[in-house]
């Protein structure tokens, strides 16, 4: 575990300090994020908050560390007081969860024994007045950004969007302290330490339905009802004109993976849209059968692009594509609808759909393999060593076997189906999103639930990294970052 994209909550608080919370613009996808500098100012009753120049911050604690009040969480304080006879000041706080991901836990459900420790970075620091202010009841103290910082301690499991039990944290304040000002993070454990921290809905410019996605070299691709095609550039979203009669069609599929800028959509009636890089056109498919999937094999690119492509089906169609623009129909052992294709290479690319059927291609003909589930299969997902085929009911069958393609069943934590799935190559960070606005990740270990902040149904999954886009009913479109 590392730390993460850390900013910190400057609290300034002094006798008669009315209780306050202070927001910080979320960060630029990358960077470190401000730190929150607030002075309060006893003599006038009033508060001010201003936004510092950003710092990088990285903390030794093994636990993952952050900041970003407003974006990441959020500490609120209550009940503030101070007792000039005893110099104590005191202030009720709790924490809320503003990522998509549970706190306080690896697994999101068991309860790390580290709970969540709000510590204190810098300060306390008189800021006006006189005197040493000290913290008086921490929980105990620890290593985090640096040593002996003092830390208060919350317990239990915090679900994404939940506000902890508030805890009181005490101050020894002396009565010449006019004001006077600290820095706090919050240390904890997630179940995807270096994963999506938070899901944000953007404009997509649509209500259509949108049922797939496709990212490449220089942005991102989405496609569905209408004939409605986006692209974003990772700033904003925008229709693509293409100049073709779409719009009786639904688009079920693209993939624009390949480093060379060449696009293909599929959908209703055997359609086939591709972009060359400079212009759209419809190619023939030779079909009516409504295709739902298509891949092209990157690496077989030349400089012409003539690559590889698969495209598979309603009925069991399967299309292939040596040149990757004439099309030929080949001899599918299967009449179940087929809704994913992938693969490594020509001689080793799969198939797979309703009723868990699914299909093998050796270079010459297709063959069955037994996926080990009779739910349909709707995507996978996968890297050099794995693969997870996902699929309704929750149904996630993994394989680390791609020589007989050997699968067996892991708990997704979910009853939801799922439709579309997108991770790195080393397999240890995959998303898989699904009806009801369901994303669920995978750290290596298990799959743990994400909060996506959406009701709608997410069809499909695009990105890298820290920088995913899933897409879906409604036009809705959620941007996964850090």
């Not at 953007?202 to 004939?227: F, N």
């Not at 690496?299 to 492509?309: E, K, L, Y």
Request: charged share 10%.
């Amino acid at each position: 575990m590392h730390p993460i994209l850390a900013a910190a909550l400057w609290s300034a608080c002094a006798v008669a300090c009315a209780d306050h919370e202070a927001n910080a613009p979320p960060p630029p996808v990358g960077s470190f994020t401000a730190a929150i500098t607030c002075q309060a100012t006893v003599t006038t009753g009033t508060l001010s908050c201003a936004t510092a120049p950003p710092a990088v911050r990285r903390g030794i604690d093994p636990d993952v560390i952050l900041g970003g009040q407003g974006t990441y969480v959020q500490l609120a304080s209550s009940g503030t007081a101070y007792d000039a006879v005893t110099q104590a000041f005191t202030t009720n706080v709790t924490v809320q969860d503003l990522t998509a991901q549970p706190m306080a836990t690896t697994d999101g459900t068991t309860a790390d024994a580290g709970g969540i420790r709000v510590f204190v970075s810098s300060g306390p620091t008189t800021t006006a007045g006189s005197g040493t202010v000290t913290v008086a009841n921490a929980d105990g103290m620890g290593t985090f950004t640096g040593s002996v910082q003092p830390f208060w301690q919350y317990g239990g499991v915090l679900a994404s969007g939940a506000t902890s039990t508030s805890k009181l944290w005490r101050f020894t304040v002396p009565n010449t302290v006019t004001s006077f000002a600290f820095e706090v993070f919050v240390d904890t454990k997630l179940p995807v330490d270096n994963g999506v921290l938070r899901w944000t809905a953007v404009g997509s410019g649509t209500t259509r339905t949108l049922r797939g996605a496709g990212s490449s070299a220089v942005g991102v691709y989405a496609v569905g009802d209408g004939g409605t095609i986006l692209f974003s550039n990772g700033t904003s979203w925008g229709a693509v004109s293409t100049g073709l009669s779409l719009s009786n069609i639904n688009l079920y599929a693209v993939d624009a993976n390949c480093a060379d800028g060449i696009v293909y959509a599929v959908g209703d009636n055997g359609t086939i849209v591709h972009f060359d890089g400079a212009t759209w056109s419809l190619q023939t498919s030779g079909v009516t059968d409504s295709l739902f999937a298509v891949s092209r094999l990157c690496s077989n690119t030349g400089g012409g692009g003539g690559a590889p492509v698969f495209a598979v089906g309603a009925h069991g169609v399967i299309l292939y594509s040596a040149d990757g623009t004439s099309w030929t129909r080949q001899t599918s052992p299967s009449t179940a609808d087929l809704y994913f294709t992938a693969g490594g290479a020509v001689n080793s690319w799969l198939a797979a759909g309703a009723g868990g059927v699914l299909l093998q291609y050796d270079g010459t003909n297709w063959g069955l393999l037994n996926s080990n589930t009779t739910h349909d299969i709707r995507g996978a997902t996968g890297g050099q060593n794995d693969i997870w085929l996902v699929g309704s009911g929750g149904t996630i069958e993994h394989s680390s076997d791609f020589a007989t393609f050997t699968f067996s069943q892991q708990t997704s934590g979910t009853t939801q189906d799922l439709l579309a799935g997108d991770g790195n190559l080393a397999g240890t960070d995959e998303y898989v999103v699904g009806s009801a606005g369901t994303i669920i990740h995978w750290n290596a270990i298990s799959w743990s639930a994400m909060a996506s902040g959406t009701s709608a149904d997410l069809k499909a999954i695009a990105g890298s990294g820290t920088n995913q886009w899933a897409v879906g009913a409604g036009g809705v479109i959620l941007h996964g970052t850090r």
